[in-house]
């Protein structure tokens, strides 16, 4: 009877010790959420960072298509309107990346009071908006890269 008293205390406390109160496992999972979270932030900082630098190469098409519309005035009215519509490009896709920046950074403030849920769906949405901006610059890029080419 003894044995049998020792046994049951014994897997009384295995089983208290193995259950625990939880901590653990409640803080293996923040650990994952802040990974996962991280990654994702990391994955939409990347897209940034491949397309911010040619913020300068679409200036600078962007400067000499004005350039050139300004130096010749007696353009043809679908080159004109190409050259316009190739400029018009650029400078949003300037203007979106700005407006991006300033909204992530504005929503980077607010991820400590969202929830786990609420910081996924919001980086998920980052991303596909970084991901139009990037492909709005790039188009751009190669529409006034390509008229400069042809009017040079």
Known sequence: MKAFTYLSLFVAALLITACGDGTNA???TETVTQEFQSQLQSEVMAIHDEVMPKMSEINRISRALRTYLEENPDLEADQKESITKA??????????????MSTYG???????????????????KEKENITIVKDMMLSG????????VEIQ
Do not use: Y
Request: aromatic share 4%; hydrophobic share 35%; no cysteine.
């Open 26 to 28: 409640k803080n293996n």
């Open 87 to 100: 400029v018009s490009s650029l400078d949003q896709s300037g203007e979106a990346m700005m407006d991006w």
């Open 106 to 124: 504005d929503l980077t403030k607010k991820f400590k009071d969202m929830n786990h849920d609420a910081v996924r769906e919001a980086l998920e």
């Open 141 to 148: 890029i190669e529409t006034g890269s390509k008229l400069l």
